[in-house]
C-alpha cells in the first residue's frame, strides 16, 4: 500500500473523530428523569406500573373510546369510574405538565402531539393576545409548519 | 335542530348564541376575513337559502337573518369525502370530527353545500381571548366545524346555543322519535331547510 503512512493514521483520527459524542459521554450518565407526583393523590387510575408502561396506549383507547364510540366512562381493574378525559381528568391531579409529562418525554425525546389542541393546566389562564394586533395576513404565512 | 326565525328577527342584535358557541368551544375570533373560523354564525336569506330566493323576495323574509350552522345531514357529503374518516356520522345522527386524524385536506370543505366549515390557516390560540380551559383548541392546519355540542349531550345538556338563547328561538331534540317536541314543532309550523334539492337531508329547520 502506497502512502501507508498517511493512510492508517488518518483513518484512526477520522474514526476518533466520529465517535467524539460517545468518548464525550463515556462513563456518564443522563440524569434519571423524576417526574413529580401529585401530593394529594396516591393511586392513578391505574397502577403505578402500569401506568409507566402502558399509558399512552390507554391515553390512546380513552380518545378512541370518547371521539369514535361516545363513551365517556372507564372502569379500572379495582371497579372504579373516571371520566375519560386528559384535559379535565389526568390533569385534575397531574396539575402540572412541564413537571411531569414533559420530564420523561424531554429525557427520550418523545413528542406527542397531545398539547397542541389541549390546553395543559399551566396555560389556562390564555395565550398572549397583545401580538394579535400585530398579527397581519402576511405573518400567518411564515408561522412554523404544523407538527400533526 | 328547529330555528325560530320570527324569534330572532324581533332581537337583531342578539348573538347571545354565537357569542356563547365561541367562547365554549374556544373559537378564536380572527379579524381577516380569509382566516375566519365559524362554527355558527349569522347569514341573509339568499345566502342562506340561495336556491329559492330570487329578487322578489318579500319584505318579510328580506328583513331577517338566519342563523347557520353545521346541518348534520342525513347523508352528509363530508363524510363521503373524508379520506381519513376523520369526519364521520355517529349512530344517533350527529356528523362528529376526530381532530386526531384530520390530515387538513379540505376536501370535506370542498364536498360541503353550507359552507359549514373552517380551515385553521394558522395557529388560532393567539385569537382565543378567554380559553375555556375545559374544551381544547384546535391546531394550525385542521378543519372544524359545529359538532353539536357532543361533550353536552354526553352529560344529559342540551347544546350550549339552545341554552344560551334568552327568547327561546332554538330547539333541539329527537328527529327520530315522531313524539318528540321537536317533530311537534316541525309538524305544525311552516319550516325551511337549507337546499333540500342537493338531497343531503339536512337536520336543521327554520321557521319563517
Redesign the interface.
Known amino acids: 500500500m502506497h502512502d501507508a503512512g498517511k493512510i492508517i493514521p488518518g483513518m484512526i483520527a477520522f474514526v476518533l473523530f466520529v465517535t467524539i459524542p460517545f468518548w464525550a459521554n463515556f462513563g456518564k450518565a443522563a440524569p434519571e428523569p423524576k417526574p413529580e407526583l401529585p401530593k394529594e393523590y396516591k393511586k392513578c387510575v391505574e397502577s403505578k406500573d402500569f401506568m409507566r408502561r402502558e399509558h399512552m396506549k390507554l391515553l390512546r383507547k380513552w380518545r378512541f373510546d370518547v371521539v369514535r364510540n361516545n363513551m365517556r366512562v372507564y372502569i379500572n381493574s379495582e371497579g372504579q369510574t373516571f371520566d375519560m378525559s386528559l384535559q379535565n381528568e389526568c390533569m385534575r391531579c397531574h396539575t402540572q405538565k412541564k413537571k411531569f409529562c414533559d420530564v420523561c418525554h424531554d429525557y427520550v425525546a418523545a413528542h406527542p402531539y397531545c398539547w397542541n389542541c389541549h390546553i395543559p393546566p399551566e396555560e389556562k389562564k390564555g395565550w398572549a393576545t397583545k401580538e394579535t394586533e400585530n398579527l397581519t395576513e402576511e405573518v400567518s404565512s411564515k408561522q412554523p409548519a404544523s407538527h400533526h | 335542530m328547529v330555528i325560530d326565525t320570527r324569534v330572532c328577527k324581533e332581537h337583531p342584535d342578539c348573538e347571545a348564541c354565537i357569542e356563547a358557541c365561541h367562547k365554549a368551544h374556544?373559537v378564536p375570533n380572527i379579524p381577516?376575513k380569509?382566516?375566519e373560523i365559524k362554527w355558527i354564525w349569522k347569514e341573509e336569506f339568499e345566502h342562506a337559502f340561495p336556491d329559492i330566493a330570487d329578487e322578489y323576495l318579500s319584505e318579510y323574509l328580506h328583513d331577517r337573518e338566519f342563523l347557520l350552522l353545521c346541518n348534520h345531514c342525513e347523508h352528509p357529503p363530508c363524510v363521503r369525502v373524508c379520506p381519513t374518516q376523520a369526519t364521520?356520522k355517529?349512530t344517533?345522527g350527529i356528523v362528529?370530527m376526530?381532530?386526531?386524524r384530520c390530515?387538513?385536506c379540505r376536501f370535506c370543505m370542498a364536498a360541503c353545500p353550507y359552507g359549514s366549515r373552517s380551515f385553521n390557516?394558522?395557529?388560532p390560540?393567539?385569537?382565543?381571548?378567554?380559553?375555556n380551559?375545559?374544551?381544547?383548541?384546535?391546531?394550525?392546519?385542521?378543519v372544524e366545524k359545529c359538532l353539536f355540542c357532543?361533550e353536552q349531550l354526553?352529560f344529559g345538556e342540551l347544546p350550549v346555543c339552545v341554552r344560551a338563547c334568552p327568547h327561546g328561538a332554538l330547539k333541539f331534540g329527537d328527529l327520530t322519535d315522531p313524539n318528540s317536541e321537536i317533530n311537534q314543532i316541525i309538524r305544525e309550523n311552516f319550516v325551511l331547510r337549507r337546499k333540500v334539492s342537493l338531497g343531503t337531508g339536512p337536520s336543521v329547520f327554520y321557521i319563517v
Open positions: 374556544n381577516f380569509r382566516h364521520f355517529r344517533d362528529m376526530d381532530m386526531h390530515i387538513g390557516w394558522r395557529d390560540r393567539p385569537f382565543i381571548k378567554e380559553p380551559p375545559k374544551y381544547p383548541t384546535r391546531m394550525k392546519g385542521v357532543t354526553a
